[in-house]
């Protein structure tokens, strides 16, 4: 799937959609290539898990919402 962030597309695929439900805390999705695992926190906030791969906290949102809406959680 495609994202733009901040004027800049990101293409990102879904490792884990199958097991992917309304109570799913945790994505794991590679985005440019890269393996990104997303964990949403109590306060139902998007954050990176730590990795060699870092992206911006506000466009770890951003992906999280975008998963979030194409699967309906």
């Not at 954050?47 to 975008?66: C, H, K, N, V, Y």
Request: glycine share 6%; aromatic share 8%; no cysteine.
């Amino acid at each position: 799937m495609r994202i733009t962030y901040r004027d800049t597309d990101y293409v990102y695929e879904i490792v884990n959609g199958a097991s992917i439900n309304k109570e799913t805390t945790e994505l794991k999705i590679i985005l440019n290539g890269q393996p990104v695992t997303l964990l949403k926190n109590i306060n139902q906030v998007w954050m990176q898990q730590e990795g060699e791969f870092t992206i911006e906290p506000d466009l770890a949102q951003a992906l999280g919402r975008s998963v979030s809406l194409r699967y309906r959680m």
